[in-house]
T-cell receptor, first 112, second 116 residues
Framework: DQQVKQNSPSLSVQEGRISILNCDYT??????FLWYKKYPAEGPTFLIS?????DKNEDGRFTVFLNKSAKHLSLHIVPSQPGDSAVYFC???????????FGDGTTLTVKP | DTGVSQDPRHKITKRGQNVTFRCDPI?????LYWYRQTLGQGPEFLTY????????KSRLLSDRFSAERPKGSFSTLEIQRTEQGDSAMYLC??????????????FGSGTRLTVV
């Protein structure tokens, strides 16, 4: 049973446009949600997080939206840049934190 | 501090052999995590430590896997009697306790294991 799902394996957008990456979860006990970015041959790098008591968190070009009733979150990147091309992972943690549960990732390609 | 270091970067071993990986976390991080990632999938939790105490271990982890963090600093992950299904990228990460919810983990670059 996969508790965190990223249903789109890949996404391609034009430079300067918006990228929207989606993530769904099934476990109501998750309280924190994070996005990581991964380049080839490197480990994932933390991007942005959101607590379940919020519905939006913004950091520069990156905004995460949380719809708790739908158990859905999304990452918006505006404007998209070629350097944003990477695999993006959604992750979730419970209140006691520690262990994270990851989705399978979405490969974003930003075309110049 | 150079971040989270993992050694070796690559390991090729024959089926049935034992392998050991090392992880050096960021020095002020008291939590250390091991994850495994196969192609096309996200990182899968294996185990984590707070200081030298192993706080949680995945039920998916067979008895062939063992991890230690003897002095609360570096950690080792050992796989005994390796199988072809153990071929994967093994990722180590660290964080200060209770900050992983807002600031995430810092990952190393991983150790890629190939069992032939």
């Amino acid at each position: 049973d996969q508790q965190v799902k990223q249903n789109s394996p890949s996404l391609s957008v034009q430079e300067g446009r918006i990228s929207i990456l989606n993530c769904d979860y099934t476990n109501s006990m998750f309280d924190y949600f994070l996005w990581y970015k991964k380049y080839p041959a490197e480990g994932p790098t933390f991007l942005i997080s959101i607590s379940s008591i919020k519905d939006k968190n913004e950091d520069g070009r990156f905004t995460v939206f949380l719809n708790k009733s739908a158990k859905h979150l999304s990452l918006h990147i505006v404007p998209s840049q070629p350097g944003d091309s990477a695999v993006y992972f959604c992750a979730a943690l419970g209140t006691n934190a520690g262990k994270s549960t990851f989705g399978d990732g979405t490969t974003l390609t930003v075309k110049p | 501090d150079t971040g989270v270091s993992q050694d070796p970067r690559h390991k090729i071993t024959k089926r049935g052999q034992n392998v050991t990986f090392r992880c050096d976390p960021i020095s002020e991080h008291n939590r250390l995590y091991w994850y495994r990632q196969t192609l096309g999938q996200g990182p899968e939790f294996l185990t984590y430590f707070q200081n030298e105490a192993q706080l949680e271990k995945s039920r998916l982890l067979s008895d062939r896997f063992s991890a230690e963090r003897p002095k609360g600093s570096f950690s080792t992950l050992e796989i005994q009697r390796t199988e072809q299904g153990d071929s994967a990228m093994y990722l180590c990460a660290s964080s200060p306790a209770h900050r992983e919810t807002n600031y995430g983990y810092t990952f190393g670059s991983g150790t890629r294991l190939t069992v032939v």
